[in-house]
């Protein structure tokens, strides 16, 4: 018996031609500037100010607690109390426009919606706006009883 002899067919691939863009000689090449926002106010004084405008807007037992080398987080909570959801909302945007103001946006913030307990995170600076009940609950100044508590009192 006589082999058949099988060829394979070869493929050829043609190579096509690529066009090559034009290179500019004295192409500039823009790149963006990211200029860094710094904050217009230091960290206790924003802390202070918060504090000052959560008396203003009648909120109770308005105290600051220094966390300077006591947590890796953050260097002030201030925590105070109000008497309404309405108004622990009213406070935060206050507390959020004088940050916004002196070029401090919050890392985060939580709880606007329901009032109950308000977060505002400015990451040296953490607000926390609670109404009575949660405030009793969480008791953040028992949790940080090391922490040096600066009471803030209004300037009437």
């Not at 009213?90 to 307990?117: D, I, N, T, Y």
Request: with cysteine.
């Amino acid at each position: 018996m006589a082999k058949k002899k099988t060829t394979a067919k070869k493929t050829v691939v043609k190579k096509s031609t690529i066009k090559k863009a034009a290179v500019k000689k004295n192409a500039v090449k823009k790149t963006a500037v990211k200029k860094k926002k710094t904050a217009l106010i230091d960290s206790k004084k924003f802390a202070i100010e918060a504090a000052k405008i959560a008396i203003a807007r009648n909120c109770k037992d308005v105290v600051i607690l220094d966390l300077v080398g006591k947590s890796p987080a953050t260097d002030y909570f201030l925590i105070a109390t109000g008497t309404s959801d309405r108004q622990i909302c009213s406070v935060a945007e206050e507390v959020l426009e004088f940050g916004h103001k002196h070029k401090l946006r919050p890392f985060g913030k939580a709880g606007m919606e329901q009032g109950k307990w308000v977060l505002l995170d400015f990451v040296d600076v953490v607000v926390h706006l609670f109404n009575e009940e949660f405030r009793d609950y969480y008791d953040l100044e028992l949790l940080w009883g090391d922490a040096e508590k600066l009471e803030i009192r209004s300037e009437k």
